[in-house]
């Protein structure tokens, strides 16, 4: 799966000290997902916290943003 992120996604991931491999692991196991056209809206539970990322489906995966959700 290749996967590219956007400069806002890798300010946010920096910002709020989220693990890549989390974001991978939300974008290949989701426990949840909604589509809306080609963006892609998944979420996960992870080591106690729920991570929300939001990517393009393309012939790569374009993540847009990710963040931790309540």
Request: net charge positive; with cysteine; hydrophobic share 35%.
């Amino acid at each position: 799966m290749n996967i590219i992120y956007t400069l806002h996604a890798l300010e946010q991931i920096k910002e709020r000290k989220i693990s890549r491999v989390w974001i991978e692991e939300t974008i290949k196991f989701p426990d949840k997902t909604n589509h809306f056209g080609n963006k892609c809206y998944v979420i996960k539970k992870l080591n106690g916290k729920t991570i929300k990322v939001v990517y393009l489906k393309q012939t790569y995966i374009k993540v847009i943003t990710c963040y931790f959700i309540k």
